[in-house]
Nanobody, 126 residues
Framework: QVQLVESGGGLVQPGGSLRLSCAAS????????MGWYRQAPGKERELVAV???????NFADSVKGRFTISRDNAKNTVYLQMNSLKPEDTAVYYC????????????????????WGQGTLVTVSS
């Protein structure tokens, strides 16, 4: 009912930058929290950065000062600007959305649904 499509991953040298995008589509009434998690080989998935619809943010300590997150609520899209990338940032990055689905018959929110994207690989290497 809701799909997240990510783009922007790839290979970058240490110190470089990448911008990830994630667009949500489907029967969406609203998205409260939207953002990014990542999972490196052999490690658990961890929070990178998330933003509420009101603009509050939460960042992992390891990315503070280097990554920024932004949202276009009208387009149900979230962006992650990653600067000063390090080899330890190498991981699969997953988009996350905490949504309220739309009941089309009544045009009101129906149930709550957490959705994940398919993941996009970011590799930081020289």
């Amino acid at each position: 009912q809701v799909q997240l499509v990510e783009s922007g991953g790839g290979l970058v040298q240490p110190g470089g930058s990448l911008r990830l995008s994630c667009a949500a589509s489907g029967s969406i009434f609203s998205i409260n929290v939207m953002g990014w998690y990542r999972q490196a080989p052999g490690k658990e998935r961890e929070l990178v950065a998330v933003m509420t619809s009101g603009g509050s943010t939460n960042f992992a300590d390891s990315v503070k000062g280097r990554f920024t997150i932004s949202r276009d609520n009208a387009k149900n899209t979230v962006y992650l600007q990653m600067n000063s990338l390090k080899p330890e940032d190498t991981a699969v990055y997953y988009c996350y959305a905490d949504t309220a689905l739309l009941d089309i018959a009544t045009m009101t929110p129906s149930r709550h649904l957490e959705v994940w994207g398919q993941g996009t690989l970011v590799t930081v290497s020289s």
